[in-house]
């Protein structure tokens, strides 16, 4: 095992997954001809499916699924929980009893660009772009571009041989 690389044993990896150094993987499932960049967590119950990029310093949450052929820039966060609290009502540090995963979904051929914030219990629609930067704080239709904080439709994409592969 390299030791620039952390991996649980409880991860399992697909065919050709490419790993970079500096990442910690624990718990998780990434698909086959995954690229995972510099810097990148992924935690336990998050999926990564076939042929995605996954940029450097990126934060890929438990809750998270990303399908097939999906682009993460660099730097992309992931939220699971909409109101978070470092104690639980007794004053006590929370753990996971005290709370309930929140799921996100982003589906096949999507991209997230650079620095954009993905919260909880949403969905990135198929062949969707987040612009860079931004903050999606609620669904993505399918084929549509967002941008800006909170995220807004900037427009539709137009179907093309090349987007639907």
């Known amino acids: 095992m390299n030791e620039y690389v952390a991996i649980g044993s409880n991860v399992r990896l697909g065919r050709d997954v490419r790993l970079s150094k500096f990442i910690n993987l624990y718990g998780c499932e990434i698909g086959d001809e995954t690229k ?3 810097f990148v967590e992924i935690q336990k119950n998050a999926t990564v499916g076939k042929r995605c990029k996954i940029s450097s310093h990126s934060f890929i949450c438990e809750g998270v699924t990303i399908e097939d052929n999906v682009f993460i820039g660099h730097g992309v966060m992931f ?3 909409s109101y978070p609290r470092a104690t639980a009502a007794g ?4 753990t996971e009893a005290d709370w309930k995963v929140e799921k996100t979904i982003i589906r096949k051929g999507a991209s997230v660009g650079s620095g954009a914030t993905i919260l909880a219990n949403l969905c990135v629609g198929e062949n969707a772009i987040v612009g860079a930067g931004a903050v999606v704080t609620k669904d993505v239709p399918p084929n549509t571009i967002v941008v800006g904080n909170p995220a807004r439709v900037l427009r539709y994409i ?3 041989a090349e987007v639907t592969k």
């Open 79 to 81: 939220i699971n929980d």
């Open 36 to 38: 995972i960049g510099a």
């Open 158 to 160: 137009e179907q093309t």
């Open 91 to 94: 004053g006590s540090l929370q």
